[in-house]
C-alpha cells in the first residue's frame, strides 16, 4: 500500500506562488508515474502534470508555464510549484500515484482512472 499527503494549500492572492507537497509513504519502490490533480467546485477532475520515475515531466496546456512538478526521492515528497496565480486556479489539489509502468510512458498521464493511490487533496484558493 501506498500512503499520500498533502499539504501547502491555503488562500493566495492572484500574482502569487504556492508550492504544494505530497508525502509519500508506504511501498514506495515500485512508484512509476506521479501526478497532480485538481478539481473546482462543480467541475471534473482534471490532469494537471505527471512525472515519472527517470524525472521526465509531462503538463496540461493550460497550466504550462505556471506549473513545475518535481519530485525529491530522497524525502519521498512530490512538489507542485504554481507561480503568478489565478483565481481559476482555485481548486482541491489531489496528488496520485500508479505502480504501473504504462501510466506516464504510454501517453495515459492525464487519466485519473489510471491511478490507484491518491492523497486527501490540499485546497488553494486565489483572490483577486
Known amino acids: 500500500q501506498v500512503q499520500l499527503v498533502e499539504s501547502g494549500g491555503g488562500s493566495v492572492q492572484a500574482g502569487g506562488s504556492v508550492r504544494l507537497s505530497c508525502t509519500i509513504s508506504g511501498y514506495t519502490y515500485s512508484i512509476y508515474c506521479m501526478a497532480w490533480f485538481r478539481q473546482a467546485p462543480g467541475k471534473e477532475r482534471e490532469w494537471v502534470a505527471a512525472?515519472?520515475?527517470?524525472?521526465?515531466?509531462q503538463y496540461a496546456d493550460s497550466v504550462k508555464g505556471r506549473f513545475n512538478i518535481s519530485v525529491d526521492n530522497a524525502k519521498n515528497t512530490l512538489y507542485l510549484q504554481i507561480d503568478s496565480l489565478k483565481p481559476e486556479d482555485t481548486a482541491m489539489y489531489y496528488c496520485?500515484?500508479?505502480?504501473?509502468?504504462?501510466?506516464?510512458?504510454?501517453?495515459?498521464?492525464?487519466?485519473?482512472?489510471?491511478?490507484?493511490?491518491w492523497g486527501q487533496g490540499t485546497q488553494v484558493t486565489v483572490s483577486s
Open positions: 512525472v515519472d520515475s527517470h524525472g521526465d515531466t
Open positions: 496520485a500515484v500508479t505502480l504501473s509502468l504504462r501510466v506516464c510512458a504510454g501517453g495515459r498521464a492525464g487519466d485519473p482512472f489510471e491511478y490507484r493511490f
